[in-house]
């Protein structure tokens, strides 16, 4: 016991100094015609690449600090994209590089996704050792050890690397968090989107060529691409807006920065967001801007998406909903905009098992969604007046950041 306590102690003061933690430490990529390890396939040719069709990425699980709508700095944990860096430069380059919400993961009907993720450890916190996991919400694994639950999988000690494998057979909207003390680490910030596009998108439907998707080359009087493979083009959209419902409770945040106890119990959003940003940050598109004395070591800001969109009047938008929150439902409605749910917990709202009978959409003005509820909203903006609208959470006491009014879980979408 001594000699484990001198060793933890080491590595702990190593870190501190901003040493390497061990040297055994390392990143290691898998990832089919890859030849330098770097998650980007080089070679398509590869023998062990024919006939079939391949996806890698490399993220970092890790920590860092992004900005709230009132500008209080908080300390996260969070994932971070690595693809395309070179293994021996991964553990360095992850330390607080967080993003949140974590890389957005995008995928198709079919494809097979290889996704390594290199723990780098918590740098402010030396004194933690959590390992982290990739969590596949609602996507049907067929073997448990890539499921990112460490009851029955694998769990990635810092300065080590796991490679998941996922064959995608199921389109829809999905999304990945940590699974490791999962209430911490998600309240933390280790939550992300994932999409599976459908093959319809390839193929389009009832035979005819010219409702191949936008996205897969198809004409512009097509779609730009559909949500499930309707067999009809009753999900086709022409913009889409993806929507990270989540919360922040500021006093847990603080907790564990200065080492102290976390207060589950006590648990309350403080800062509700919508792909990371409370009200007026979120109509800002892309990247926030970055302040000087900002503590995150990425060149970008961590907090990359933006949660506003514009539409031509007559087209349809895609909302891509998702509840990440570890406290609450949450409520979001658009005041004027008719909305329609073609898609929940990424199955297609249709009778007959889901593959013939009539479509089941549901006609509404608000979605409600728990936490890990996911929704695919379609808003035809044919009978629309021009103008800007609102999305916003009916839960009015989340229109804040923290306490600053006329905030949190709101954003705009205009219609040119």
């Not at 509820?373 to 009015?396: R, W």
């Amino acid at each position: 016991m001594a000699t484990n306590r001198l060793l933890l102690a080491a590595l702990a003061t190593a870190a501190l100094l901003g040493a390497p933690a061990a040297s055994w430490s390392a990143a290691f990529v898998q990832c089919p015609g890859d030849t330098d390890g770097d998650a980007v396939i080089d070679d398509p040719g590869a023998p062990e690449l024919a006939g079939r069709d391949v996806q890698c990425q490399h993220l970092t699980g890790g920590d860092g600090f992004i900005r709230m709508g009132d500008g209080r700095e908080l300390y996260v944990f969070g994932f971070s994209d690595v693809t395309g860096l070179p293994q021996e430069q991964v553990l360095a380059a992850g330390i607080f590089r967080t993003n949140f919400p974590a890389p957005t993961i995008r995928t198709r009907e079919g494809q097979e996704l290889y996704l390594t993720l290199t723990n780098v450890g918590t740098h402010q916190r030396p004194d933690l050792f959590d390992p982290h996991t990739v969590h596949y919400h609602g996507f049907p694994n067929a073997s448990a050890i890539f499921d990112g639950l460490p009851e029955s999988a694998i769990a990635i000690n810092q300065g080590a690397s796991f490679t998941y494998y996922y064959q995608n057979i199921e389109p829809g909207t999905y999304m990945y968090h940590c699974h490791v003390e999962a209430t911490e680490h998600m309240q933390m910030g280790m939550l992300g989107n994932l999409y599976v596009e459908p093959l319809q998108n390839r193929t389009g439907y009832g035979g005819d060529p010219d409702t191949v998707a936008e996205l897969e080359g198809g004409p512009p009087s097509a779609p730009l691409g559909y949500v499930y493979n309707d067999g009809d083009g009753s999900t086709g959209y022409d913009v889409e807006l993806a929507v990270q419902l989540a919360g922040f409770d500021h006093d847990f945040h603080d907790a564990s920065e200065n080492v102290q106890p976390l207060p589950f119990a006590a648990m309350v959003d403080t800062y509700p967001m919508l792909n990371g940003r409370g009200y007026p940050d979120t109509v800002t598109p892309g990247p926030l801007p970055k302040l000087p004395e900002s503590r995150s070591s990425d060149p970008i800001s961590p907090q990359r998406l933006g949660a506003t969109v514009s539409v031509t009047q007559g087209q349809r938008l895609l909302l891509r909903l998702s509840n990440l929150g570890v406290v609450r439902h949450y409520t979001l409605t658009a005041l004027g905009l008719p909305m329609r749910v073609v898609g929940h917990g990424a199955r297609l709202l249709r009778g007959a098992g889901q593959s013939a009978g009539a479509n089941v959409f549901v006609d509404t003005s608000a979605v409600t969604l728990g936490g890990g509820e996911s929704a695919d909203v379609l808003i035809d903006t044919s009978g629309v007046a021009p103008g800007t609208y609102f999305l916003y959470t009916t839960n009015l006491n989340y229109l804040s950041n923290d306490q600053q009014d006329f905030g949190g879980m709101m954003t705009e979408i205009v219609v040119q």
